[in-house]
């Protein structure tokens, strides 16, 4: 079976622990196929704009700008090293904020082209009295701002519709699609929430995007893989391409339960899986 883990982080986000090169030599060790460096991009770009980014600890939440382009040139070094051994890529997982795309893009663009793919996330959102980093344990109070976590999955789900149709905003991979459930707080009205998680993922197919079977849910207190079972069927009916991500934040989490993961995608239906270099998509078969 060919094992790819294409969502990674390591220690330069604060965050995570282990260097690129412990994640890589972690990845051989466990005769992984590839291995995706994709750790998050900085959020400083924000400081200079209208949103008010102080009110989150983004330091603790990615690298800094100055350190992009070791960051980018460390993975190119271990690419050729490690050229024999398994395959290696290159890439950011890129928090998307609406109207602040082209601030972005002067900082982005110019790695673009030594990137192998981008993952799109959205782990903050504008919350009510401020910025609201809902998957970060610390702003579990702000939940109570909300009149019930519905509203909370209705907003994620409109940013990530709006992170899709954006013109301006470039990504490749939809990150953990159901991210809002981390801390096991399930919809109320689920029909509601699912509807719009539906339309989400029309607008996905439209955009001819992918989306990643993120394991990082397992070990949270949801115990679930992001997307849940019954949103990959939907996504199976509308032929939305997927492939497996860890979202290791240690190398011991590489390829986690992707055995486990490979079999219920099996199981609804799925026979290939996305694959990327230098940003375009290829496909290999689920043996
Ligand atoms: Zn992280
Ligand atoms: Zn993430």
């Not at 953990?176 to 607008?203: Q, S």
Request: charged letters at 30%; aromatic letters at 12%.
């Amino acid at each position: 079976m060919v094992l790819e883990d294409w969502h990674t982080h390591n220690e330069l986000c604060r965050h995570a622990e282990g260097t690129i090169q412990d994640y890589i030599n972690k990845a051989i060790e466990l005769n992984l196929d590839l291995i995706g460096i994709s750790d998050h991009f900085p959020y400083e770009y924000l400081e200079q704009s209208s949103l008010l980014i102080k009110e989150i600890p983004y330091q603790e939440y990615a690298m800094r700008l100055d350190e992009v382009d070791s960051y980018l040139s460390t993975i190119e070094e271990l690419k050729t090293k490690y050229d024999k051994k398994i395959q290696i890529r290159t890439a950011f997982e890129i928090d998307y904020f609406r109207s602040h795309e082209e601030r972005l893009r002067k900082y982005f663009e110019n790695t673009l082209d030594r990137l192998d793919y981008v993952l799109g996330s959205v782990h903050i959102l504008h919350g009510k009295s401020k910025l609201f980093a809902f998957d970060d344990r610390r702003f579990l109070s702000m939940y109570k701002e909300y009149e019930s976590i519905d509203s909370i999955y209705l907003e994620y789900y409109k940013k990530i519709q709006y992170m899709i149709k954006s013109k301006k905003f470039i990504f490749d991979i939809l990150s953990h699609f159901d991210l809002p459930k981390k801390h096991n707080k399930r919809a109320i009205n689920k029909g509601l929430v699912m509807n719009e998680a539906i339309k989400t993922l029309e607008l996905t197919k439209k955009a001819d995007l992918t989306i990643e079977i993120n394991t990082g849910g397992l070990r949270k207190e949801v115990h679930e893989q992001y997307p849940s079972e019954e949103i990959i069927k939907e996504m199976f009916n509308l032929d939305i391409p997927v492939l497996l991500g860890s979202d290791s934040h240690h190398p011991n989490d590489l390829g986690y339960e992707f055995n486990t993961i490979i079999e219920l995608l099996k199981k609804i239906g799925y026979n290939q899986l996305a694959h990327f270099n230098k940003r375009k998509r290829e496909f290999i078969e689920i043996s």
